[in-house]
């Protein structure tokens, strides 16, 4: 079974910033695809942006240039840089992880949420004015 475990969430003011981290294992020998994903309350989850094992990374659609992924080299650990934080970011932020289509490499960055298997319990972020 694959664990995704999140941290770094919390409450910030209106204009702060935010790392968040998330840390996937199970598979021995495996490289996952991961992503970062939120939801609002009342709202459906939506994707901020994924990476590949080779730490590049594709953002969602709606990406407003304040959030950033980054991946730890070789790692299945994945950040998510925020920053200019306002009220609307007040959500829970999920990390997700996949095994790629090979199973133990993924070489394509996955930004939707059908497309993780594996989902953490999720971290608060409350920004407030």
């Known amino acids: 079974q694959v664990e995704v475990v999140e941290s770094g969430g919390g409450s910030v003011q209106s204009g702060g910033s935010l790392r968040l981290s998330c840390e996937a294992s199970g598979y021995p020998g495996t490289s996952y695809c991961m992503g970062w994903f939120r939801q ?65 490499y993924c070489r394509d960055p996955l930004i939707y949420v059908q497309e993780y298997n594996y989902w953490g319990q999720g971290t608060q972020v409350t920004v407030s004015s």
């Open 40 to 104: 609002a309350p009342g709202k459906e989850r939506e994707g901020i942006g994924g990476s590949d094992s080779d730490g590049n990374v594709r953002y969602a659609e709606t990406r407003d240039g304040r959030f950033t992924l980054s991946r730890d080299n070789g790692k299945n650990i994945l950040y998510l840089q925020m920053s200019s934080l306002n009220t609307e970011d007040t959500a829970m932020y999920y990390c997700a992880a996949a095994r790629g289509r090979g199973g133990y």
